[in-house]
């Protein structure tokens, strides 16, 4: 069963920086792509940013530019994100599938999640 490990949650001031980090655990696939999404209170889930195997990556417009995915060769995934605004605020969720070259912000193409961790930006 695939597992999650999903620490880094907190708290930043608009204009800050953090860093999320999420480990893929007993991942079944040699292939895969991964995914950062978020949700805030009343919104719907949205993708935040995508990373393939290659490392290509696809990015939402409402944070390119301020965020940056990334990942180790063990199923690791990382999302930086700098320039904080408050409406960064929200769940943020890792996410991983199996067909790789993948890069999709669509929740439904996503088979495994993580189980979300809060980031909150306020003054």
């Known amino acids: 069963q695939v597992r999650f490990l999903q620490p880094g949650g907190g708290s930043a001031q608009p204009g800050g920086s953090h860093k999320l980090s999420c480990a893929v655990l007993?991942?079944?696939?040699?292939?895969?792509?991964m995914a950062w999404f978020r949700q805030a209170p009343g919104n719907e889930r949205e993708g935040v940013a995508s990373?393939?195997?290659?490392?290509?990556s696809v990015y939402a417009a409402s944070v390119k530019g301020r965020f940056t995915i990334s990942q180790t060769n063990t199923h690791d995934v990382y999302l930086q994100m700098n320039s904080l605004k408050p409406e960064d605020t929200g769940m943020y969720y890792c996410?991983?599938?199996?067909?790789?070259?993948?890069?999709?912000?669509?929740?439904?193409?996503?088979?495994?999640w993580g189980q979300g961790t809060q980031v909150n930006v306020s003054s």
């Open positions: 007993d991942y079944p696939h040699a292939s895969h792509c």
């Open positions: 996410a991983t599938d199996r067909r790789d070259s993948l890069l999709s912000l669509d929740h439904d193409d996503y088979h495994y």
């Open positions: 990373i393939d195997s290659a490392g290509n």
